[in-house]
């Protein structure tokens, strides 16, 4: 009779964290940041890590910001000897892994600063996800050629 | 014996199908994508006049100095802050003597929306002894082909951006008597730019 309780009550333990796990966070971000700009100078871009801690993958497809008219997602790619950036629709985040936004490839992009970014300052960032979730992001004003610690604790 | 061979075959070929699968790269691109521009006449350097917010700057006028010369754009995010903050590192790392024999130039390739007085400001940002200069589209195509930079205006009707300029992110470096004596790929280190300015400083540096 125990037995037959414990078939029953494992998988429904076992259970809960799916059920749970709609108000869970899945995708965790490390080291954010946003560079800092010359004076005038009308864009940046942030900067992170982001990991997908759950079982589905996701996707990043929008983010907005205090800081900027637009935010929109870029990627570099090197085409003919030119750096190319292009805005694309989204960032696969795969279930488990990590993706690295960094310089010289992927980022969020803000498009038309509505404020000076100087260093020690911080940016509210909200990225939006394909399954209509937020995660919001606050993240450090850094001098350009500043080293990010980008290395993780396990 | 005539069991396990079959097997110890089965196993290798398996092991060799899951390697080519996973680990062989006919042709490995070196880290960072740096793959060279492909051009028909190799470039030549040579002399250049582009204008700044002082007025029109002659490459030549540089003459005993080493010039490092880069073409970007203020709009750019990324690439070119990284680059101009990798060269005022390597300027902050000369001595005061070193650096009174160098000069650097940022070119911009956007012309539409970098005025000369925008890149003073832009350029000092970095360092103050970064002149910023641009022309009409027919100066920087002289200048750009000269030193092998390529450069592309893309309109994006999907960004905010408008228009977007492709450019190759090489810092050139010409020696003192005019010559092109180096091109660097982006973000090369800035103890490398370093060492080839003092390399080439008159008098040995």
């Known amino acids: 009779m125990f037995i037959r309780a414990a078939i029953i009550a494992v998988p429904a333990i076992w259970m809960l964290p799916v059920v749970a796990g709609e108000s869970m966070p899945t995708i965790e971000v490390a080291a954010p940041y946003v560079r800092a700009v010359p004076p005038g100078q009308p864009n940046s871009a942030a900067f992170m890590q982001l990991s997908n801690e759950g079982d589905a993958d996701r996707a990043l497809v929008a983010a907005a910001s205090s800081a900027a008219d637009v935010v929109e997602l870029h990627t570099h790619t090197m085409v003919d000897g030119m750096m190319q950036m292009r805005r694309i629709e989204r960032i696969d985040l795969p279930a488990g892994q990590t993706v690295e936004l960094a310089p010289g490839g992927l980022h969020v992009m803000l498009i038309g600063l509505t404020r000076a970014l100087l260093p020690g300052e911080t940016v509210e960032l909200t990225l939006t996800l394909d399954d209509d979730s937020d995660v919001q992001v606050v993240a450090p004003v850094r001098p350009v050629g500043a080293m990010p610690m980008s290395h993780r604790h396990h | ?205």
């Open chain 2, 1 to 205: 014996m005539q069991k396990v061979l079959p097997l110890a075959a089965i196993i290798a070929l398996a092991s060799l199908l899951v390697w080519l699968l996973y680990d062989w790269r006919p042709n490995p691109e070196k880290a960072g994508g740096q793959r060279p521009l492909e051009l028909a006449v190799r470039p030549t350097g040579g002399d250049f006049r582009l204008h700044s917010a002082d007025g029109p700057v002659d490459l030549s006028s540089f003459r005993g100095k080493v010039v490092l010369i880069y073409f970007g754009y203020t709009w750019c995010p990324d690439i070119c802050p990284t680059n101009l903050a990798i060269i005022a590192l390597a300027l902050r790392e000369l001595t005061p003597r070193e650096r009174r024999q160098v000069q650097v130039l940022f070119v911009s390739v956007d012309p539409g929306r970098d005025t000369p007085e925008r890149l003073r400001d832009y350029a000092a940002y970095f360092h103050p002894d970064i002149l910023g200069v641009t022309g009409t589209d027919a100066e920087l195509a002289r200048a750009a082909a000269l030193y092998g930079a390529a450069y592309r205006r893309s309109e994006q009707s999907d960004s905010a951006m408008g228009y977007i300029v492709d450019h190759s992110a090489y810092t050139y470096v010409v020696d003192p008597r005019g010559r092109l004596v180096a091109t660097f790929d982006h973000a090369t280190p800035s103890e490398i730019l370093v060492a080839t300015i003092r390399s080439h400083l008159p008098g040995g540096g």
